[in-house]
């Protein structure tokens, strides 16, 4: 059996601006980038309380992008690799460990957590 979706998504009003706009516009001002730092890094503390790899970055007040950046990935590998979707080779949990300020031994347990939640 297949099944197949599609989705069809409305048309976007005049002037719409998406959320990735919107922060890349915020990230340029100083003020409101360490502000959207310091958001990030308490609401780690709130949604990620597992030490999983979502919370180190967040605890370091990274975005995503801003973390694939680092680490010269793209950002939705890096969300396979959150998401125990995908496993990072030894190379790129070393950038992760020096990009989030932790052991490699860090990254490997948050990396096995997510896995185990999801067996």
Do not use: C, W
Request: hydrophobic share 35%.
């Amino acid at each position: 059996m297949r099944l197949e979706a599609s989705f069809v998504h409305p048309p976007q009003p005049s002037g719409y601006r998406s959320i990735e706009e919107r922060l890349a516009e915020a990230e340029t001002n100083p003020k409101r980038s360490r502000a959207l730092a310091n958001a990030r890094g308490r609401l780690a503390k709130t949604l990620y309380p597992d030490g999983s790899l979502a919370a180190l970055r967040m605890r370091e007040g990274l975005s995503q992008k801003e973390l694939a950046q680092r680490i010269g990935t793209s950002q939705s590998r890096l969300s396979r690799i959150e998401a125990g979707l995908d496993d990072p080779l030894l190379s790129t949990a070393r950038k992760l460990a020096d990009a989030l300020s932790v052991d490699l031994n860090t990254i490997s347990d948050a990396v096995a957590a997510k896995r185990e939640k999801q067996s």
